[in-house]
């Protein structure tokens, strides 16, 4: 993945998960939802682990908290009977935006 779309992906994925905590904040301040302040704290730890991944020397660390925000969220979801399957998809973009590469479609054939 070349440098630029690396960094749109990564810009792009930042602003999406402000965007998305933010408005889980505001639910959750207007008593929507049935967990209330514990999933406020859930995405404000999230928006601060989403910033952190603009940061080169913190994006591990981000990617470690946004993987844990992200098992927490999930497993909320999973207890409300619904399928996480979108956290799963963030999980994989911060894998990716900490590695920094893409995992090529097709593996490199074996030496012989």
Known sequence: MSGWS?????WSYVAFIVFAS?????????????H???VAVLALIEIA??????V??????????????YGVAA?????EGEVP??????????LVLASGQIVPARAPPLAA
């Open 6 to 10: 690396l960094a749109l992906l990564r």
């Open 22 to 34: 933010a408005k889980t904040i505001i639910a959750a301040h207007a008593g929507h939802g049935p």
């Open 36 to 38: 209330g302040w514990p």
């Open 49 to 54: 682990a989403a910033l952190a991944l603009l």
């Open 56 to 69: 080169a020397r913190l994006e591990r660390a981000a990617c470690v908290v946004l993987l844990a925000v």
């Open 75 to 79: 497993a909320l979801t999973i207890a």
């Open 85 to 94: 399957l979108r956290f799963v998809y963030y999980a994989a973009t911060a």
